[in-house]
């Protein structure tokens, strides 16, 4: 029993020790206490690390050993002191901090002058007991319209230093003028008021003018201004708008829109338009749109002349005899003179109804063509009344040429111009030619006979009821031959064959044809020129009013091709000289034809055919 206690007691005293010899060793630690005589606040940095109590300070287990404490703090100079810090001790370290300032008194003439020390505002002068850092440093007083006084100082720790600094007065005169009056006036961005200002201090140097004004771009001026010197300035804002000025011809007040909206009938002055493109367009009844785009130009002028073309045209008939009734389409203008006032297009025009000297005449037709703003003024002579021409041959057949145009083959009924025509009948190789005079409103009938041209008869009758037309094979009976001999009404007929149709007659009328087309195109391609041209001029006043690129291309383009038309009109006088004389020569050159008219020569006549002419002096076949 006693041999297993002291075991256990051993084995308990075993245990104890080895416990105490595996705690760690206590750390060596100690206390700094920090002070500075007469001063507080200052900071503590232990071995190069700032403490974060300041003095008087406290620093807390701090490891044994040798320290290096420095203390600083602003106007002091840095000190420094080495410490032994033991276990569980407190050591106290008393550092006196030296003073590192001086003291300032700063004054300027004129006073409230701003005093800056090396760049910062320090206060206004003066300054009493201005607490400086020891050393170099820059002094400066800054007062408005002065020059700012600058001086150069070096202070020593405890000195007490008074100086007084006179800026120098460094004014000029400024004088702003704006147009229109009341423009805001800003300098350096502060303002000076509504222009114009006059004489107004400034101080010298480099500055900033600007002039802003509503509805106008501003205006903005650097400049430099010495001390003493005098600067004047008149500044004219540019408007952000135009004007426009507009007026219509060659009605006056027609309704204006700019863009789409109205503004009244022109003319019409706009003072405020907006600077940039605008459509502008004149609505007047009876005329067609005028539409133009105008730019605007800021503090510019525009004036736009709206040359207005009629959308009707019109028309003035006189006709020959006077009196006529005028119809165009139909409709009824009453008789002539007349003068309508009609929609551009075409028109069929007929002039008739009337009398010349107890005789009825016919109807005279054209087409005729108006053009918008154009006065189409027109002559119209009235012919006489048609006579109707009934012509047969024998034998049946035979090809019939009235005035050298075929009309078919025999029997034909036409409807001819009162006077006198060219007959012909052609049937092989056999043809006979003649003349007749249709009378008006009356029936002519004609019996030719190829075979044997004596036995042909042309009926001009006074009576319609006389004239007959003959059959084949039959002939006139006595009675009727008496009849007809005796009012003078039935003629014979007798020729030789006409002479065959000349090569050389047809290039002629060819060539004569080609001379009439070039002539016709030369003095088309002249008028469109000197039209062509009058546009031109307009062009070019135009673009002396608006120098735009847009009136300048126009009238560039117009110019060319008023050249060409000159041009291409004078290639066609020559092609038209040339061609008409190569036609005379083929006329005159041609041999005579043989054509012989076999009667007594009564009286003057010509047959130009197409197979050959004549020209005699005869008054029946």
Known sequence: MRSCCLIFALALLAGQ???QAAKPAPRC?????????????????????????????????????????RVEKRLYKRARQRVRVKLGEVSTVRIRLVEDFGFLTVRSVPPEAVIKLDGQVAGKS??????????????????????????RIRIRPGQRKDLTLRPRLNVALLDVTTRPAGAEVLLDGKKLGPGPIEKTRIAAGRHSLRVELGDHDPIERRFRIRRGQALSFDLVPEPLFGRLELHSEPEPHCPVLLDGDPLGPAPLVLERVPVGEHELRVECPRFAV?????????????????????????????????????????WDLGPAPVSVEM?????????????????????????IRLEPGKHLEMDVEVPRKPGRLLIKTEPPGARVLVDGRKR??????????????????RQGKKSLLGRIELRSGQVSKVGLDLDRPGRSVFIEPTEPEIASLLEPGEKLRGSDQDRLDGNGAVTDVSARAAAPMSTRRVFAWISASAAGASAAAAVGCLVAGAVTESDAN?????????????????YEDLDRKSSDLYLAGWIMVGA???????????????????????????GPRAAPLPGGGWIGYQGRF
């Open 17 to 19: 020790a080895r416990g």
């Open 538 to 554: 307009e062009a070019y006043s135009e673009y002396l009013q608006n120098q735009t690129t847009e009136n300048r291309l126009r």
């Open 343 to 367: 929609e551009p297009g075409r028109y069929e025009l007929r002039a008739g109804a009337c009398e010349r000297q107890g005789e009825e005449l016919g109807f005279a037709a054209t087409r």
């Open 29 to 69: 630690t100690g206390w700094i206490q920090v002070e500075t005589p007469g001063v507080e606040g200052a900071s503590v940095i232990l071995d190069g690390k700032q403490v974060p109590e300041t003095t008087p300070a406290t620093i807390k287990d701090v490891p044994c050993g040798r320290h290096a404490i």
């Open 290 to 330: 005028f539409q133009r785009r105008v730019r605007i130009q800021a503090g510019k002028s525009v004036r736009v002349a709206a040359k207005l073309t009629p959308r009707t045209a019109r028309l003035s008939v006189w006709t020959e005899p006077p009196d006529c009734f005028v119809w165009v389409d139909g």
């Open 126 to 151: 003066p300054l009493e007991g201005l607490v400086v850092p020891a050393g170099r440093h820059v002094l400066a007083a800054e007062l408005p319209h002065h020059s700012p006084a600058r001086e």
């Open 408 to 425: 078919g083959k025999a029997p034909v009924d036409l409807e001819l111009p009162a006077g006198a025509h060219a007959i012909e009948a």
């Open 576 to 602: 038209a000289a040339g061609v008409g004389a190569l036609s005379v020569y083929l006329f005159l050159s041609e041999p005579e034809p043989e054509v012989d008219l076999s009667g007594p020569a009564e």
